[in-house]
Structure formats: C-alpha cells, structure tokens
C-alpha cells in the first residue's frame, strides 16, 4: 500500500469518526429535548389538575352556602382573608369548598419514577412541587392583582421540580400556570 494510499485510508477514517460522533450527538441531544418535554408535561399535568379541582368549587366561601346569593363585591371574602376556612385542611384538599381555599396551598410532593431505557440508564425519580396563591383581579386585566374583592379571582400555579432545567442556561426553571374564575350577578 503506498503513501497516497495511506493518507486516503486515514481520510475515510477520519471522515467515518466525525460521522459516528455527529449522530451520537445529535442522538444525545434528542433524547434531552425528550426528556425535558416529558418533566415539562408531567408539570403541566399537576398544574392542570390543580386548575379542574379548584374550578369545580364554588367561587367563594359567601356563594358556597345553599340558596345563598351575593349581590355586591363587598359581601366577598376580604383580599386578606382567602385562604382555609374553619373545618378545612391543608393536608386534604378534599375539605375544600370554595376557589380560594386554595391560596398558598401546597401539593405533597408529587413522585414519578421514569423508566429512560432500562438496559442502559438507571430510572429516574423525580420529584414536584407545586403552590398557589389566589388574588382578587382586574377583570379588563387579569394581571394586576386587586387590594379590594371584585368578581374575578386568579389561581396562580407554581410547579418545580430539580430536573426542570431552562433549555438555554440549564438552571432550575418553574412552570406557572394560572386561571381566572369569575362570579356573575345578575339583577333582577
């Protein structure tokens, strides 16, 4: 084998290596983004769950009473005072009988265990967090918290976790979801 020869055999070697590492790292790279998609999924889910819990509940500790009917903000409960009412528990949502019952609720820690490829990686336990805070809002803008009641309160959702990274700096990210209840009075 001569010179010239020799030097194309270490070409094509050289060009197969840089191939092989291309696709491995490209292989890397989409098993992260699918991992990531999957701890972001699985924060939306509680996040969510949270959301169809708290909608299905009557929009104030006043409106939850049978036959009874509030006709005027000020008959709400004060901006101070959402939150657990007497007989709830913190510990047991299921006490729960009004939207804000869920302000600076706090979720048990929520495990999963994933199962990545289980002849190669080990599993993967993964723990999240979740709080909430509820604030009496702007109707015209949900996103300027009222100091008084009005008709509309919003359910701010905070879910972590330490496998949730920010795909650009890989620092800890939190997913927050939100939703406004609102309450209708019609006059008669």
């Keep these: 084998m001569g010179s010239h020869q020799m030097v194309l055999s270490v070409l094509a070697m050289l060009l197969l ?40 509940l009557a929009f104030d500790e006043k409106t939850a009473a049978l036959g009874s009917s509030v006709t005027a903000v000020s008959q709400l409960t004060s901006p101070s005072l959402l939150g657990l009412d007497t007989g709830e528990s913190a510990s047991n949502p299921n006490t729960f009988d009004d939207f804000d019952d869920y302000n600076c609720y706090r979720t048990t820690p929520k495990t999963d265990v994933i199962i990545v490829d289980a002849t190669v990686t080990p599993n993967k336990t993964m723990t999240f967090y979740s709080l909430c805070k509820v604030d009496y809002v702007d109707g015209n803008n949900p996103s300027t918290v009222m100091t008084t009641q009005t008709w509309h309160k919003r359910l701010m959702i905070s879910v972590y976790s330490n496998e949730l990274k920010d795909p650009w ?20």
């Design 17 to 56: 290596s840089i191939t092989v590492l291309t696709v491995n790292r490209q292989t890397l790279t989409t098993n992260d983004t699918m991992m990531s998609s999957r701890y972001g999924l699985m924060a939306l889910s509680l996040a969510n769950t949270i959301i169809q819990d708290a909608s299905g």
């Design 169 to 188: 700096t890989g620092l800890a990210d939190t997913l927050k979801l939100s939703t406004v209840y609102s309450y209708y009075y019609f006059p008669h």
